[in-house]
């Protein structure tokens, strides 16, 4: 994905939850519009954090996911074999690199995590972190022992 792609991206996702609450205001949207309180979120295993499919297939590697995770939760040092960029669409998205330096990703700007770096992840909160993820191939997640 080239970078003007992954801008439009990031737009999109920086709008999507200023527009997502527009589904409860206008009981006609035709189903144009979809809440995240309505996308079929699904247990990660970790305790705080889900995700969801929003488009996409992962037989081609075109899924964009969503991530929510309530405040305080962190997710523990972990890598993906692929790149990924994230773009916060609610809350703030802490990013933690191995030497324990701390990002705040909000509405705004966007991450790029290379393939196979070590990192962790904290919603800081007050409100649950939601963030749209676009990864470089297939999904996965790996916890060092």
């Known amino acids: 994905m080239n970078l003007k792609t992954h801008i439009m991206a990031g737009f999109l996702a920086l709008h999507l939850s200023t ?14 519009l979809i809440n995240f309180d309505d996308v079929a979120w699904q247990e990660t295993g970790l305790e705080g954090a889900q995700m969801a499919v929003l488009w ?14 309530q405040p305080g939760v962190e997710i523990p040092p972990h890598t993906h074999r692929n790149d990924y960029w994230g773009v916060a669409v609610q809350g703030n998205w802490v990013h933690i690199d191995a030497a324990g330096h701390e990002d705040i990703s909000a509405q705004g700007a966007y991450a790029h995590i290379r393939g196979g770096e070590l990192h962790s992840d904290r919603c800081a909160g ?7 993820l676009d990864f470089d191939g297939a999904r996965d997640i790996a916890f060092p022992e």
């Open 19 to 32: 527009l997502a609450g527009v589904v409860h205001a206008n009981e006609t949207n035709s189903n144009h």
């Open 56 to 69: 996409g297939s992962d037989a081609d590697n075109s899924t964009i996911y969503a991530f929510r995770i």
């Open 126 to 132: 007050p409100e649950v972190c939601i963030n749209l």
